[in-house]
Nanobody, 119 residues
Framework: QVQLVESGGGLVQAGGSLRLSCAAS????????MGWYRQAPGKQRELVAT???????NYADSVKGRFTISRDNAKNTVTLQMNSLKPEDTAVYYC?????????????WGQGTQVIVSS
C-alpha cells in the first residue's frame, strides 16, 4: 500500500502563484507515473499534469505555459508549481500515483488539497 501526503494549496488572488507538493511512502515498488488531477464543484475529475519515471510530461491544455510539474524519483515526491492562476483553476487538487507491479496496475490518490483563486 502506498500513502500520499499532499501539502500546499490555499487561497490566492488571480495572477498569483501556489506550489503543491506530494510525497509517496509505504510499500513502494517502482512508481511509473506521478501527477496531479483536479476536481471543481459540479465537474468531473480531470488531469492537470503527469510525469513518468522516464521523464515524460503531460499537461492539460488549460494549464500549459502556466503550471510546471517536477518529480524527484529518489524521494518519491512530485511538485506542481502553479503560476498565473485563474479563477477557473479553483478546485480540489489530488496527487496521483500509478504503479505497475508484477504485471498488475495499482492506482493511489491523495486526500486532496483545496485551491481557491479569487478574481
Amino acid at each position: 500500500q502506498v500513502q500520499l501526503v499532499e501539502s500546499g494549496g490555499g487561497l490566492v488572488q488571480a495572477g498569483g502563484s501556489l506550489r503543491l507538493s506530494c510525497a509517496a511512502s509505504g510499500r513502494i515498488f517502482s512508481i511509473n507515473v506521478m501527477g496531479w488531477y483536479r476536481q471543481a464543484p459540479g465537474k468531473q475529475r480531470e488531469l492537470v499534469a503527469t510525469t513518468t519515471s522516464g521523464g515524460r510530461i503531460n499537461y492539460a491544455d488549460s494549464v500549459k505555459g502556466r503550471f510546471t510539474i517536477s518529480r524527484d524519483n529518489a524521494k518519491n515526491t512530485v511538485t506542481l508549481q502553479m503560476n498565473s492562476l485563474k479563477p477557473e483553476d479553483t478546485a480540489v487538487y489530488y496527487c496521483y500515483v500509478w504503479e505497475l507491479r508484477s504485471a498488475k496496475s495499482y492506482d493511489y490518490w491523495g486526500q486532496g488539497t483545496q485551491v481557491i483563486v479569487s478574481s
